[in-house]
């Protein structure tokens, strides 16, 4: 094959643009396309360190137009795929799901249709679709979920999810495409949309808002930081075998309202705020419709068969998530100028 050239989907997203950063600066004999609609949740200000990159191309445009993808593999001569382009809160998948069937299923469909329509031979390409460990439901005190756990999908975002690796598996045993799929838990770091839990706590303890802890804050989720994530995808993307699944996570359980009085009692720190002022803002509302109580991953796999294993205590990594968002407030202000104040007002004034 030629030169390699990857289309990321959703590289101005939170989780796809630390992997977009990752390949371009590791490997820069790689053409990087970063294709993204630019939803609320896709920013170009993530990347403006790489714009003048000569491996970068940005595409704006959207994974429903299966016609617009085949003209971009064929305009960029593509020759492997990660696709991270998603719906991806699970809050906004419950007020409004249709959206997240038409990018999440039909998308990835999408996808995969432009890849079989253009890859003659399908030796040597990959086809990388990321995904979730929502997929596998709820667990109760025990276990941990697996690769070869059954899907039990609950929101209408982890159904979505679940419809697309059921549909990307489908075109590995019916035409043989190349494909791989993985499975994180809850990534926390740099980037990340404010709408979602640890991001959302930090603005709202800096700006002295109530913190909204769903139902009793004893739901459970397992926390891996991005840039770990994103090296994962990397190791898969390079060294997992073509048809499997790997499941990736940090073995860090936290209960939701532990995790907030964790980051209250650093915040306070950081803020030089008495010990216990943050906490004080904790108001419990309303539960999520259908909240998964908890979701833990065994990652042994990826860690015995490719020697992935994260490279920050859970400690070091919340640290430096917090010094990021302390020290980027105007990029908390920028991605949150359009609608999402009327998000929020709808989503929280009811709970
Ligand atoms: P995100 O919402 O921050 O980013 C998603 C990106 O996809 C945005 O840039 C958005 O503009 C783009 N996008 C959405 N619809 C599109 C469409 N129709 N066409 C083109 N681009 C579109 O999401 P994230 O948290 O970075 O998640 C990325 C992927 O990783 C998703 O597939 C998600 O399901 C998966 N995932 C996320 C987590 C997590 O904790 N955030 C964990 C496991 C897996
Ligand atoms: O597990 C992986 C998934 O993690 C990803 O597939 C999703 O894309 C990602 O959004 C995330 O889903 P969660 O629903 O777990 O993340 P969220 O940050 O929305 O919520 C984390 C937990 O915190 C969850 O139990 C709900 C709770 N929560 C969330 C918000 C936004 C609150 O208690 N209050 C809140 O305001």
Redesign the pocket.
């Known amino acids: 094959m030629s030169k390699r050239s990857i289309l990321i989907t959703g590289g101005a997203g939170f989780i796809g643009s630390h992997v977009v950063r990752l390949f371009v600066n590791k490997y820069s004999d790689v053409q990087i396309v970063n294709l993204d609609k630019l939803t609320y949740a896709g920013n170009l200000e993530n990347l403006s360190d790489l714009q003048d990159a000569p491996n970068y191309t940005f595409v704006k445009g959207d994974i429903q137009d299966k016609t617009f993808l085949v003209e971009v593999f064929k305009k960029y001569s593509i020759t492997d795929v990660i696709h991270l382009a998603a719906e991806?809160?699970?809050?906004r998948s419950i007020e409004g799901p249709m959206d997240f069937i038409m990018s999440n299923i039909v998308g990835t469909a999408n996808l995969l249709e432009a890849a079989r329509a253009t890859w003659s031979n399908l030796e040597g390409h990959v086809f990388y679709h990321i995904s979730?460990?929502?997929v596998y439901g709820s667990l109760g005190e025990e276990g941990f979920f697996l690769e070869t756990t059954a899907y039990d999908p609950r929101s209408p975002y982890s159904a979505s999810k679940a419809s697309s690796d059921h549909i990307v598996r489908a075109y590995f045993h019916t035409y043989g495409l190349p494909i791989k799929i993985s499975n994180?838990?809850?990534n926390y770091g740099s980037h990340q949309f404010p709408?979602?839990?640890l991001p959302?706590m930090i603005n709202n303890i800096v700006n002295n808002k109530p913190l909204?802890?769903?139902g009793e804050?004893l739901?459970i989720?397992d926390w891996l930081w991005v840039n770990d994530h994103a090296r994962a995808i990397d190791v898969i993307f390079n060294e997992g075998k073509i048809g499997e699944t790997y499941n990736v996570g940090g073995w860090n359980e936290w209960r939701?309202i532990d995790l907030v009085k964790l980051l209250c009692k650093k915040m306070d720190q950081k803020l030089n705020r008495a010990e216990g002022t943050s906490e004080k803002l904790v108001t419990f509302v309303k539960d999520?419709a259908g909240?998964d109580m908890r979701?833990a991953i065994d990652a042994s796999k990826i860690e015995k068969d490719l020697g992935w294993k994260p490279s920050v205590t859970f400690e070091e990594g919340l640290a430096l998530t917090i010094d990021w968002y302390l020290e980027n407030e105007d990029w908390i202000q920028n991605v949150t100028s359009g609608d999402y104040q009327k998000y929020y007002e709808k989503h929280y004034s009811n709970r």
């Not at 991806?88 to 809050?91: C, K, P, T």
């Open positions: 991806s809160h699970v809050d979730t460990d929502e994180c838990s809850n709408e979602k839990l959302l909204p802890v769903y804050g739901n989720r939701n999520r909240h979701y």
